[in-house]
Structure formats: C-alpha cells, structure tokens
C-alpha cells in the first residue's frame, strides 16, 4: 500500500456500476493503512468544477453541442488538475478519481465525429500531460447498471440504452487497446468482491516510482 504514495488511481465505468462506492471503499482501506488519500469525482470537487457539473447535468440544456460538452468536461477537469490534484500528488497523497478522460474517450467519443485523438490531445492539455497511473474500469452490462439508478436521471443518463452500450463498448476498446495503464474489474458482485479485487489489482499492478 505505501508504493501508491503519490499515484493517481481513477475508477471509471458505465452509470450504476459501484464506482463511488468503490472509491470510498479504496479509500478507506488506504487510510487504514496509512497513506494519505484525495478522493475527488470528475467532473466536480471544485468550486468551478461543481459549477460547470451543473451545467452539464441539466436535463434542460438540450440544446449543448457535443463539442461544447466535450470541452466543458474537459473544463472542469483542467480546473480540478491545476487546484487539488496535482498539489496532492506532489505532496505524496493517493489521489482517487471518481472518473476521467476515460470517461470522455466512452461517452463523448464519436460524438458529432469526435475522434480518440481529439480527445486525448485536449485532454493532454487539460490535465499538463499528468495521466493516471492506473485507470480501473467496473464493467458491467448497462441495463443491469442503469437499474441500480434510483434518484432522477440527469441529461447524459436520459440517454438511450443503445447509447449507454456504445459507452460500454468504448470503454472496454480502451481496456483491450492499453493493457499497461488499464484494468477491468467485473462489477456485477458483491461491493466486498469487488473491493478484495480492486485492492488485488492495484498490488499486482506494482506502480513504479
Ligand atoms: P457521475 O454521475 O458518475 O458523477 O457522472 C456524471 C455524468 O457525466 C455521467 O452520466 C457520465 C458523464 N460523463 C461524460 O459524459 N463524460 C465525461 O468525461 C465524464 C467525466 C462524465
């Protein structure tokens, strides 16, 4: 546990599938054993970030542009870096992100012809080429996923459930395309199983120095 000082973990998936349950959990665990930890959720946990999730969020903004969305996620990312990430990671904490650009390289993608590229050249400039050491994807069929949704959808989760698949399918190209800096985790069990196996994998990860 004490070689995760200082690297940046995300855990991402479709809607539903345990990730903020996850990271509490991680987090937790990571405490107890007496690494300093930041758990933040993207987009959000800024002042301006929260704002820009907002605006994201409202069912009523039917009119957002696929590429004004793809920029405000990356907006409010660029803000969450420069104010509470990159300070923690160099001070040594664990930072626990509650999704990242993985989750723009599933939802955004192709997207008025977004393309992969596209994503991961603003995002380089969004997050100054910090990229996670390790990003989890919780995987697990959206219709099952999209059922453990209990409070009100918000804009994206209103979407179609062909496009929650494609979301799905996106992420999991991601997992196949970049096994160093990927790794599923099947999320349809227990929040305990799926807890032991996380924490397996971060072990067997041995995130370099
Ligand atoms: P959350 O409810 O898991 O915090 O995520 C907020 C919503 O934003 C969720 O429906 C997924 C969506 N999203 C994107 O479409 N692109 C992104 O880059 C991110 C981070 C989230």
């Not at 920029?71 to 990671?89: G, N, T, V």
């Amino acid at each position: 546990m004490a070689a995760l000082r200082g690297k940046f973990i995300v855990l991402d998936g479709t809607e539903g599938c345990g990730k903020s349950t996850q990271a509490r959990l991680l987090a937790e665990a990571v405490t107890k054993a007496g690494v300093d930890v930041l758990s933040v959720r993207d987009p959000g946990s800024t002042r301006v970030g929260e704002q820009i999730r907002a605006v994201l969020l409202n069912p009523q903004h039917t009119e957002m542009s696929m590429r004004c969305e793809m920029l405000l996620y990356m907006a409010a990312r660029a803000q969450m870096m420069a104010e509470i990430i990159l300070p923690a990671l160099g001070a040594g904490k664990l930072v626990i992100c509650d999704r990242f650009v993985s989750s723009t390289l599933a939802y955004q993608l192709g997207g008025d012809g977004i393309t992969a590229k596209q994503i991961r050249d603003i995002a380089d400039v969004a997050i100054k080429g910090r990229w996670p050491d390790l990003t989890i994807l919780l995987d697990m069929p959206p219709d099952r996923s999209l059922a453990r949704v209990r409070r009100e959808k918000d804009r994206i989760e209103q979407r179609p459930l062909a496009y929650h698949e494609q979301v799905r399918r996106n992420y999991l190209a991601q997992v196949q395309n970049d096994p160093e800096r990927y790794r599923l985790v099947v999320a349809d069990r227990s929040p305990e199983e799926v807890h032991a196996e996380i924490v397996q994998v971060l072990i067997d990860a041995k995130l370099s120095a």
